[in-house]
């Protein structure tokens, strides 16, 4: 879908390195995270909220949205939203490329965003450096979003 008919850009979030494999799923129980994903889901009409599509096997997967203080080392969650699996996928670029999936992941870039793949490239350049970058610190945990939503945690980091 091009862009313009698009609800947002689909942009890449890579998860530093020393952030991966902790995410809400690991502080909340299962009946919780269920819970917060269906309803992410049904808020979105189980419609991708960047491009409208839906997933073959499944309409809509929930993507955990992070906000990064650079200066403070802090991630911090800041909401949730239902993407069909190939923006997931896009989303989370790096996993993408260890699983083998890199140029469809970027190819589905290029074409939710209306770019070419000179862009693409450009755009991930940029990218992968902020990851690097990010990757070097050890980063405090935010979860306080939760909390508004009535769910209590304790950060596991």
Known sequence: MEQENAARWLTVELVPKTCWFSNVRDHVDKETWDRLRKQ????AGN???????????WPVECHEIWHYDDARQ???LVGLIALCPACHEVKHIGLAQINGRYEQAQAHLARVN????????AYLEGVW????????HEWRLDLSWLEGLGVSVTPKR
């Not at 419609?47 to 096997?57: D, F, I, M, T």
């Not at 450096?129 to 990757?135: G, H, K, P, V």
Request: hydrophobic content about 25%; charged content about 30%.
């Open 40 to 43: 992410t889901y049904a808020k």
């Open 47 to 57: 419609r991708c909220e960047v491009c409208g599509g839906r997933g073959p096997k």
């Open 129 to 136: 450096e902020l990851w690097y970058r990010r990757s070097r």
């Open 114 to 121: 209306g770019w070419s793949a000179d862009d693409v490239s």
């Open 74 to 76: 802090v991630q911090t």
